[in-house]
């Protein structure tokens, strides 16, 4: 059993930045992938980062490649999303989910067992 909490979110203009956390607590933490989803209204959940537990290895959606950071800040349990550059575009609420490493770094949501709780975080133009 993985528990996932979201912090972080917030509203922000556009070219503005910040900061998501998401805090992972469980047992065999290693074995997971930490996955962060966003999700605009009408819309379905799309991948947006992910990367393995020890941060070795990481993807991004291209949208946010060169402008969102994942990492794991190791001695808190927490993977980070710093989101630089934001654009109206970028508004939803922001989920981290985690996913058996065995699948290797999934993209599709359905491959997430645990999920958080989401964080808004709306971009004004």
């Known amino acids: 059993q993985v528990h996932l909490v979201e912090s972080g979110g917030g509203l922000v203009q556009a070219g503005g930045s910040l900061r998501l956390s998401c805090a992972a607590s469980?047992?065999?933490?290693?074995?997971?992938?930490i996955g962060w989803f966003r999700q605009a209204p009408g819309e379905e959940r799309e991948f947006v980062a992910a990367?393995?537990?020890?941060?070795?290895?990481?993807n991004y959606r291209d949208s946010a490649r060169g402008r969102f950071t994942i990492s794991r800040d190791n001695p808190n349990n927490t993977v980070n999303l710093r989101m630089n550059t934001l654009k109206p575009e970028d508004t939803g609420v922001y989920y981290c989910?985690?996913?058996?490493?065995?699948?290797?770094?999934?993209?599709?949501?359905?491959?997430?067992?645990?999920w958080g709780q989401g964080t808004q975080v709306t971009v004004s133009s």
């Open positions: 989910a985690a996913a058996d490493s065995l699948f290797g770094m999934p993209t599709a949501p359905r491959a997430y067992t645990y």
């Open positions: 469980g047992r065999a933490l290693s074995n997971f992938v």
């Open positions: 990367t393995t537990w020890n941060d070795r290895s990481k």
